[in-house]
């Protein structure tokens, strides 16, 4: 039986390959034994599908075109892996990543390019007409534009079946917009570092049965210098959620975490 659950990651990513045996090995001598996936693109989906032959039972795939690779797609490439998208989202368990990102990096890169990116969140999100799946939401600095665009998503009738925010780190209020529409919001190792204030005094408010405990491996270390992630991190991060949650519900570490695997499993079902 499963304990825990990394509510978001990224097994297929190539930084893994090599190593990704022992990862998954001292992942469930932690407790870990499934794996929420973020997608980036079809190359991406590709190695999620061969993950989870290898490991059946414990790999939650998600296929999505993200807000990284979509600034920096031209429309062609766009149209295409969206056709494939809309062809083969049947075979997974969420539709993400997909989302909006107005962080310092693309824009250091010159490719945030913020009406592209709505318009390919807009028709990203156009999918679930057809395939009703969760979404795994991936929202940095651009709260406003995306909670619009799901608003008026909602407004031709509620998400069928929600989903998370990936490494939520906004205030209580934005918090409470997600929760109204239906979403969980999922939390990462920014809260166990130093900072994100605004993100430490909204973790509290989070209802426990909405709360996702995360770790974005291989990127986000705790340590902010690490050359990668790995799903281990879960467990400190939970630790530092309950430390946060003290005054308010007084969960152990080892509850939310059981939680957040219950979560998942509401949300997603059972993987694929």
């Known amino acids: 039986m499963t304990r825990f659950i990394d509510a978001h990651c990224h097994l297929a990513d190539p930084r893994f390959a090599a190593k990704l045996d022992e990862v998954l090995a001292r992942s469930r001598e932690a407790g870990i034994g499934a794996w929420v996936q973020g997608g980036v693109d079809p190359a991406d989906w590709d190695r999620q599908l061969e993950i989870r ?14 807000p990284w690779w979509v600034a920096r797609a031209t429309r062609e490439q766009f149209d295409s892996a969206l056709a494939q998208l809309a062809v083969r989202l049947k075979d997974a368990d969420g539709l993400g990543e997909l989302g909006l990102d107005y962080g310092p990096k693309l824009e250091a ?17 156009e999918l679930l007409s057809g395939t009703p799946k ?15 665009i799901l608003m008026n998503r909602a407004a031709s009738g509620p998400f069928e079946r929600c989903g998370l925010v990936h490494s939520f780190s906004g205030p209580r209020e934005i918090a409470q917009k997600y929760l109204d529409l239906g979403f969980s919001l999922s939390i990462s190792g920014g809260i166990a570092r130093k900072g994100f204030e605004t993100l430490k005094r909204a973790v509290s408010y989070i209802p426990l049965d909405r709360l996702l405990v995360e770790t974005d491996s ?29 005054k308010v519900g007084g969960e152990s570490a080892e509850r939310i975490l059981e939680q957040s695997a219950r979560n998942i499993t509401r949300i997603f079902g059972g993987p694929k």
């Open 134 to 148: 969760p979404l795994v939401l991936h929202i940095v600095r651009a709260h406003e534009d995306a909670l619009k």
């Open 109 to 125: 890169l010159g490719a945030s390019n913020h009406d592209w990116q709505k318009e390919a969140f807009e028709r990203q999100l």
């Open 53 to 66: 032959k290898q490991n059946p039972g414990q790999i939650y795939t998600s296929f999505g075109l993200h």
């Open 218 to 246: 291989p990127d986000q270390p705790l340590d902010g210098a690490s050359e990668l992630n790995e799903p281990t991190s879960l467990i400190k991060i939970a630790r530092a959620i309950a430390d946060l949650r003290k």
